[in-house]
Structures are given as structure tokens and as C-alpha cells.
Antibody, heavy 120, light 108 residues
Framework: EIHLAQSGAEVKKPGESLKISCKGS????????IDWVRQVPGKGLEWMGN????????KYSPSFQGRVTISVDKSNSTAYLQWSKVKASDTGTYYC?????????????WGQGTLVTVSS | EVVLTQSPGTLSLSPGERATLSCRTS???????LIWYRQTPGQAPRLLIY???SRATDIPDRFGGYGSGTDFTLTISRLEPEDFAVYYC??????????FGQGTKLEI
């Protein structure tokens, strides 16, 4: 069974660093892209960026370029999303997701989400 | 960047009725790049339709995706209680960013 397991909820103060994770299992982790999607409380979905695990090719939405870093550790089948300095506006739920197949578009597998709260 | 505009913002219907949700893109896209999701409160989104018309695994045939070019539609015939949720369309293709529409809330 394909599964994406995300790290637990985080509470941070503005200016702190943060790294959340997404561990894949049940498939060949290196053969797929991992996408990250943000959802601010009460709002819609925002595509942040993705990474191709095999070669770490990374794409970012202009809205998030320079604000976050997406990375991957193939040896641990884990993708990461990190901030050097979080802001209150980074509060939200962050999902990792994988396409349904290598030949069809659409995010068919999702992690359970990581709630990030940034507050002084 | 492809901008997706969903309408209506909120749709009020009753169980058993038919729902029609619209997604319009700011430029012509390949139909294989148009995706629909459903999200219930507190849950991750669930893939419903990919390639504009293909139902994902275990999605009942009450859900139908249609359209091409810049105009796409999701129809749900015979609404069930679990269908009252928020629906998003997404452009997911070859040129990021892979943007989402703002969502349509389907309420009783």
C-alpha cells in the first residue's frame, strides 16, 4: 500500500527555523515527484513546489520561491520542506502528495498534513 | 501562469439533486492537465478526476468530468451526504506552477 507519512504538528515563534518531513512507503520512492501544498486555515489549496526524487530537480511556485526549500533524502525515502525564518503568515497545514502514476497527472496520494502554527 | 476560476463560489443543493461545477482556465490547456479534487473538513484532498474526464480509483460513476480548451465541468448526479464538501480544480501539466482554483463549496 502506498503511504505518505508526515511529521507532527509544529509550533514556532517568528524568526525560528523549521523543517517538516514526508516519508514515502509502498512504492519506488525515487521514481516519482513529491509535491507540497499549503492550506491556510479556512482558505483554499496552494501549490508550493515539487521535487523529482531521483535527481532532486526542484520546481517552485513564484509565490514560494525564496521562502522555502524543498529537499529529499533518497536513502530514507523522505522529502522535506524547510524555512530558515518562519513568519506568522506561514501558519497553515502543509500536505505532501504524489501523482497517481508516472503517466497520469493528478495528485492521487496525500500525506495526512502537518499543521504549522507560527505565533509569538 | 495558468489561472483557474471556479464558479459558483457556493452551491446550495439537496441530497439526490444534481450538481454542476465550473472551472475556467486563463489559457487553453491540454485536457490531460485538468484535475478535480474533493476535500471534506479536516481531511486531505481526494483525487476525483484526472485528465478532465477519467475517474480515479474507487470514484463512483455519479462523478463526471467534461470539457476542453478553457472550460471544464464537474457534474455530480444524485448527491450523497458525503458529497457536501469543497471541490477544487487544478492545472497539473508540464509548466509549473500547478495552480488550484479557489474552490467551490457544495452545501446542503
Amino acid at each position: 500500500e502506498i503511504h505518505l507519512a508526515q511529521s507532527g504538528a509544529e509550533v514556532k515563534k517568528p524568526g525560528e527555523s523549521l523543517k517538516i518531513s514526508c516519508k514515502g512507503s509502498g512504492y519506488s520512492f525515487s521514481s516519482y515527484w513529491i509535491d507540497w501544498v499549503r492550506q491556510v486555515p479556512g482558505k483554499g489549496l496552494e501549490w508550493m513546489g515539487n521535487i523529482y526524487v531521483a535527481d532532486s530537480d526542484t520546481k517552485y511556485s513564484p509565490s514560494f520561491q525564496g521562502r522555502v526549500t524543498i529537499s529529499v533524502d533518497k536513502s530514507n525515502s523522505t522529502a522535506y520542506l524547510q524555512w530558515s525564518k518562519v513568519k506568522a503568515s506561514d501558519t497553515g497545514t502543509y500536505y505532501c502528495a504524489r501523482r497517481i502514476s508516472r503517466y497520469n497527472y493528478g495528485l492521487g496520494y496525500w500525506g495526512q498534513g502537518t499543521l504549522v502554527t507560527v505565533s509569538s | 501562469e495558468v489561472v483557474l476560476t471556479q464558479s459558483p463560489g457556493t452551491l446550495s443543493l439537496s441530497p439526490g439533486e444534481r450538481a454542476t461545477l465550473s472551472c475556467r482556465t486563463s489559457q487553453t490547456i491540454d485536457s490531460s492537465h485538468l484535475i478535480w479534487y474533493r476535500q471534506t473538513p479536516g481531511q486531505a484532498p481526494r483525487l476525483l478526476i484526472y485528465g478532465a474526464t477519467s475517474r480515479a480509483t474507487d470514484i463512483p460513476d455519479r462523478f463526471g468530468g467534461y470539457g476542453s480548451g478553457t472550460d471544464f465541468t464537474l457534474t455530480i448526479s444524485r448527491l450523497e451526504p458525503e458529497d457536501f464538501a469543497v471541490y477544487y480544480c487544478q492545472y497539473y501539466g508540464t509548466s509549473p506552477p500547478f495552480t488550484f482554483g479557489q474552490g467551490t463549496k457544495l452545501e446542503i
